[in-house]
């Protein structure tokens, strides 16, 4: 857990999370008002943004719960202006919103899943950056987090579908996507990283893709993950902390452009 303390000190900052209803969103988003920020809980599911806006106010901390479907450019908006109305600021964003199918090979992915999981991963990004960039620019400063995926940086199929190239294209393209707007924003003191989390256990995803899998087909995964994780074991969502709040704060101030593998030693292997 993390606390306000010198470099780490997010007091008076305004924090964008979308996907926080749940999972690493939800980690990320109690995590930064434990060291003082107040957090816009972005999610679709609004119960959920709810449940997350709940346990940051029962620790004494400041957030508002906001519907958005990061997939549609108006959603998107109207969510922003609301921030401007209540807030005037955005000094950091976590694009963290994401969309995944069951693991099927490529020649196997139907044009709809494909659509929908670069549309909602990657183009959802660019629609939260365009937004959140001019109130960067006009405080002079701002950090914008990119959740990508192990997935962007490395292929994996051991016999049977994991993930689909379509959720990996879409990883992949934040990356591209997190290096092109770190060079075009560096000298406007707004900065833009990425966190390409490994296998990490308990979240919504997760959750979603294990539910249209046989208890054989499970098993097989999480020996899979074990087995390529010189940790072996799968993370947990509260191990992505340290770095968020560490992206968003001052101590981070002359990083930019990177994209840091949070993986349990997956990607040295």
């Known amino acids: 857990m993390t606390q306000k303390d010198g470099l780490f000190d997010l007091s008076g900052k305004t924090i964008v999370v979308t996907g926080a209803g749940s999972g690493l969103g939800q980690s990320m ?67 963290n919103a994401g969309f995944a199918v069951p693991g099927v090979r490529t020649h196997e992915i139907n044009e709809a899943d494909w659509l929908n999981i670069i549309q909602t991963n990657l183009t959802g990004t660019f629609y939260c950056s365009k937004e959140a960039i001019p109130f960067m620019l006009s405080n002079g400063s701002g950090s914008i987090i990119n959740i990508s995926s192990i997935s962007g940086l490395v292929g994996v199929y051991p016999g049977f579908s994991m993930l689909t190239s379509a959720y990996a ?44 899998m046989t208890a054989v087909q499970v098993q097989g995964f999480e020996n899979v993950i074990t087995a390529g994780t010189p940790m072996k074991r799968r993370g947990r969502s509260d191990e992505i902390q340290g770095l968020a709040v560490y992206l968003a704060s001052d101590a981070s101030e002359f990083m930019t452009g990177q994209v840091i593998a949070l993986d349990g030693g997956w990607t040295s292997c």
């Open 29 to 95: 988003a109690v995590a930064y008002s434990e060291a003082g920020a107040t957090v816009v809980i972005a999610d679709l599911a609004v119960e959920r943004a709810c449940e997350t806006h709940e346990l940051i106010r029962a620790k004494g901390g400041r957030s508002l719960p906001l519907a958005v479907d990061v997939s549609s450019l108006s959603s998107v908006q109207n969510m922003f202006e609301e921030v401007g109305e209540n807030f005037q600021i955005v000094d950091v964003l976590v694009n």
């Open 169 to 212: 294209a879409s990883k992949s393209g934040m990356i591209g996507l997190t290096r092109q707007m770190s060079n075009e924003y560096a000298e406007d003191n707004v900065r833009v990283n990425a966190i390409a989390p490994g296998w990490v256990g308990g979240t919504k995803l997760s959750e979603k893709i294990k539910d249209k």
